[in-house]
């Protein structure tokens, strides 16, 4: 989910008032729990209600843990954590968000694409392929609307949105830094850029292979099956026109600058609160607020029109990930307390007898990949395996690759697991597709990636 860095918890030398894992319960992570619960379930029950309130609920269980927490820890301590999620956390994430949607929502690709399995099939492999280049948001801003329009006169298309997020949106992050942030976090730790292009190649290649193949059959049968409605010459693609080429260059840019800002270490540091803000950082996200800016003036409001943008979708992620990152700080605090901590018995089946087991780092950092935030979960596995990033990268070479694809693979489970995956939904929904509910959704991926990983398991861990 978000870029960020996760500070040591002394600044210039004072004591700063975090929360101890180790003094956590488990009766504090209620309200995510609930927040989880109400995007699974009243969008169900009560879809307008949701449409229209769904801030307000993310609110109230945001309040539900900020308020109890205030009153039964020190004041400042619960300033402190709510500065340290927003400021290094959600703010860098939501605006690295807004930028990769507003940007990539000024390119139209337009042609006359007359979808078949093939078509699709081909669309999703070079989604993929440039995913881990411009990250998985970028790539998937970029062409969904186009798949979306290929088979728009289709009535079964929903497995098609499936399978981008499967694809595009998660697994084709895989292979640089640049791709997925718990990968950039492990760049910024001292892993080699090029690290993840050489060793989560040949997992990448099975999972992709196994999924584009599986979708390939799934969507022949439902192309069968549309006897009502036919394009006009199927399986066609016209000449290829991009609009907006100026967009694309910022899209370059926000990739620059993204990377530029965990190379270049400026020695500055502000303090709010004892939240330290690097200026590296303050500096990536003005650029970043920039490139929206000059998106914005430079892209005719027709162009964003004809591509059907509008900004529920980042309104949306903006609301619902902002009551995740406020109701996840005692669950990360847990993580981070290690054997201390009251999910000790869950993390202490990362090893036995003092070596790694390098299936259970795969399998635990995935399934808490896909409802936490991946990026936080990464660095508790990579300082769970030592944190040294020249041993992981040897001696332990396997446990690194098992906490990196768990991280990056299993974001694919939920549509929380990564921001884009509920972006990709809701401008699905916008339409007309009727994406399934937050549990339908994993069905399907319990369907198609469980068998999957249990496959990497097998050849790889």
Known sequence: MAILVVPSLAVAGEAVPHLDGSEVGLIWIIPFIGILLSIATVPLIAPHFWHDHFGKICAFWALSFLIPFTIFHDYEVALFEL?????????????????????????????????????????????????????????????????????????????????????????????????????????????????????????????????????????????????????????????????????????????????????????????????????????????????????????????????????????????????????????IAILRAGSEGTLAPLLNLVSEGGEPVNAMYFWITGALSAFLDNAPTYLVFFSAAGGDAATLMGPLSGTLLAISCGAVFMGAMSYIGNAPNFMVRTIAEERGIPMPSFFGYIGWSALFLLPVFLLVTWVFF
Do not use: C
């Not at 088979?151 to 992050?173: D, E, K, P, S, Y």
């Not at 080429?245 to 502000?270: K, Q, Y």
């Open 83 to 331: 500065l340290h999620v927003a400021l290094l956390e959600y703010i860098p994430f939501i605006i690295l968000l807004l930028t990769l949607y507003t940007v990539a929502g000024g390119v139209r690709l337009r042609s006359i694409v007359w979808s078949s399995p093939g078509v699709n099939t081909m669309i999703l492999l070079i989604g993929t392929l440039i995913a881990s280049f411009m990250g998985t948001t970028g790539a998937a801003m970029l062409l969904i609307r186009t798949l979306i329009d290929a088979n728009a006169w289709r009535r079964h298309n929903v497995h098609v949105i499936i399978f981008f997020i499967f694809l595009v949106a998660n697994v084709g992050g895989s292979l640089t830094p640049l791709g997925d942030p718990p990968l950039f976090l492990g760049f910024l730790k001292g892993v080699d850029f090029f690290w993840p292009t050489v060793n989560m190649f040949l997992p990448m290649v099975l999972v992709v292979g196994i999924l584009l193949i599986s979708f390939f059959l799934l969507d022949s049968y439902y192309f069968r099956t549309e006897t009502d409605s036919r394009p006009p010459r199927e399986g066609e693609i016209g000449p290829l026109e991009i609009e907006g080429w100026a967009n694309i260059l910022l899209l370059a840019g926000v990739v620059l600058v993204v990377l530029l800002s965990g190379l270049w270490v400026s020695g500055i540091t502000f303090t709010i609160n004892h939240v330290p803000l690097q200026f590296q950082s303050i500096a990536r996200d003005l650029l970043l607020l920039g490139l929206v800016f000059v998106s914005l003036k430079i892209t005719s409001k027709e162009r964003r029109k004809a591509n059907a943008f509008t900004w529920f979708p980042i309104v949306e992620v903006a609301k619902l990930f902002a009551g995740i990152f406020i109701t996840i700080i005692p669950a």
